[in-house]
């Protein structure tokens, strides 16, 4: 009888565990997707892909998860940060797309 109840215990424990993924993950999800920040959205995204990397773990799929690691969190984030990096910048001096050229005239 010890043996069963042990057992079903771990289930119970293990069952948790996935109930309390799934809700990360969807808040994760809705929250990057709704975030009013954009380095807030990216960071949101990146820590939505490392708890992937942990579901793609509890369903004994590690290369998966490393994929997901490496590159859905890894450089896919870093790409995106480098983005808002540069969104965030003001424009540099010089010809921006809507402006007009000035058009030299040459005499001769």
């Known amino acids: 009888m010890e043996h069963n109840l042990t057992w079903t215990a771990t289930l119970v424990i293990e069952n948790w565990i996935d109930y309390v993924l799934v809700a990360a993950i969807l808040w994760l999800a809705w929250s990057s997707l709704t975030a009013a920040d954009i380095f807030k959205g990216v960071v949101l995204f990146i820590a ?61």
């Open 48 to 108: 939505f892909g490392l708890m992937m990397a942990l579901v793609w773990v509890r369903l004994e799929a590690p290369d998966i998860a490393l994929a997901e690691a490496a590159i859905g969190t890894g450089l896919t984030g870093a790409l995106l940060l480098d983005a808002v990096r540069h969104f965030n910048q003001p424009p540099e001096r010089g010809v921006h797309a809507g402006e007009e050229v000035p058009v030299e005239s040459q005499d001769e």
